[in-house]
């Protein structure tokens, strides 16, 4: 039987908003310069006919959604600018009723189009999230205040094969906290000192090296790229940054490996050498980000070499709690939640992660605009081993420049943290004047 508070969707449409970077990223062997951010409007309605509506974005990166080397950029971005339209028929067409978690179980459930999982829970999450935030709007209460009894009628257990009976999201969540320290990415292109620089960066009054970004931005964790494939090149940028980060005052490292990595000792002789001739670097590393490759189904590599040195983070290969479950087992010892493969899916991860002992962190696909809301306030509940990523900011600024005027310390980090405290009321708390449709319309259901 449903709740009284139970919606269904009756409402959606979905637009494109464009956006160019300032400085190149790169993502493993593609370099990104542009991405194409999806935003989706969905209506909902409740059991006594009231209707409130919601927002949700996210960047289709495509680089990071679909590696490949046999489908060019385009085709790939394509399909998945087509895949909406696909996701918007099934929410609209449905008639699920039920709360956002309940949506977002049938929404997934539809499957993936030929698209890999990641990159069709990419486009879901856009829907997933606007769905969330419409429920709120409708009950005027905050998203993660309606995650527990008497908002959702199943228990988790129903969400994960009987193994979380007798529990809810509510369970597993931390209350809000309002400041999150935050992490800087230091891409594999970033200019480190002025040394790096080209004569080409842009003149826009941000900072275009990374002892720049720490000095204006008060930074104390960088989370460094790496090539995963060129041990030499790893060590000597670890090295450098680190020292910088010393310099600096910076408190915390973490390593990205790229997932290109396939022999657990390519990771552990790069940290053996890191605590015999650089102990400092290394009690710094606070953890490893994913080193090795996305289907962790089809590579079943046993991490517990890495584990016993530092704490080591699924990240790409986290599509669900299935994946999570798999890892463990594996060896891995924590999680990097991301809202880009939907807030549902987010949530069901964190509860069996936080259930099973593992550690949580809350990672960015530089999410500008809308994309930023929903991925720091998961951040403020989730208990993160120390805040959340947040480099938007570093690619692309201007883009957020609507969002920035009313939430000025979600898009701008000083004194190297966010502050959240301007997000309040139904919903995520963006705010109705933020809630636009922008760019080019995708289309409507």
Partial sequence: MGLKSDVRVVEVEWFFLPVEMRVPLKFGAQTVR????????????GRDGRRGTGWGETPLSVAWVWPSTELGWEAREGALEDFCAVVAGELAGNGVWGHPMEIGRALQGMGHAGLPQLAALCVQSVFDLAVYDAYGQLHGRPVFELLGRGWLGPDLGEFTEGELSGVWPEDFLRPRVNRLP????????????????TGEEPKDGHPVTLRGWIRRDGLKCLKIKLRGNDAGWDWERLLRVGRMAVEEGCVWLTADFNCT?????YVTEILDRLLAEEPRLYQMLLYIEQPFPYELGEHRIDVRAVCA????FLDESAHDWTQVRLGRELGWTGVAL?????LTGALVSLAWARAHGMTLMVQDLTNPMLAQIPHVLLAAHAGTIMGVESNGMQFYPAASALEESRHPGVYRRREGVLELGTLSGPGFGAGAELGVGRGRRGGGA
């Fill in 309 to 312: 040195r530092k704490p080591l």
């Fill in 34 to 45: 542009r991405v194409v951010c999806a935003r989706a409007r969905v209506v909902v309605e």
């Fill in 261 to 265: 990595v396939t022999d657990p000792g």
């Fill in 182 to 197: 935050v992490w800087h990415l230091v891409g594999g292109l970033d200019a480190v000192g002025e040394g790096d620089l």
């Fill in 338 to 342: 991301k809202t880009c493969k939907t």
